[in-house]
């Protein structure tokens, strides 16, 4: 299993309508098989932070929907990135 994790920082005033921008990718990538979790959220604390969840069965899952998923301006607004690529070894029950 896959999380890739993090977040991004675009423009404040942009900032809201970025995630709702998003909301196709959102439901492209949480009907896409393989995807068990998928979220890009605003941060209610930061105002240019965005907020960046996924979670994948399979690293070819995760290439399938990289390969299909829509291709937009979306990354030409992100000014700063901090996501990264978790490999899960074993899950447990809290």
Do not use: K
């Not at 675009?10 to 909301?23: K, S």
């Not at 301006?73 to 990264?84: F, K, M, P």
Request: net charge negative; hydrophobic share 40%; proline share 5%.
């Amino acid at each position: 299993m896959l999380i890739i994790a993090g977040r991004i920082r675009v423009d404040e005033r942009d900032r809201d309508a970025y995630v709702a921008d998003c909301r196709r990718v959102v439901e492209q990538a949480r009907r896409a098989p393989g995807c068990l979790d998928f979220g890009i959220t605003a941060d209610p604390l930061v105002p240019d932070r965005v907020n960046i969840y996924e979670r994948w069965a399979s690293d070819d899952a995760l290439a399938r929907f990289r390969g299909a998923g829509p291709g937009d301006d979306l990354g030409s607004r992100i000014r700063e990135a901090d996501v990264h690529r978790y490999r899960i070894a074993s899950v447990e029950d809290p």
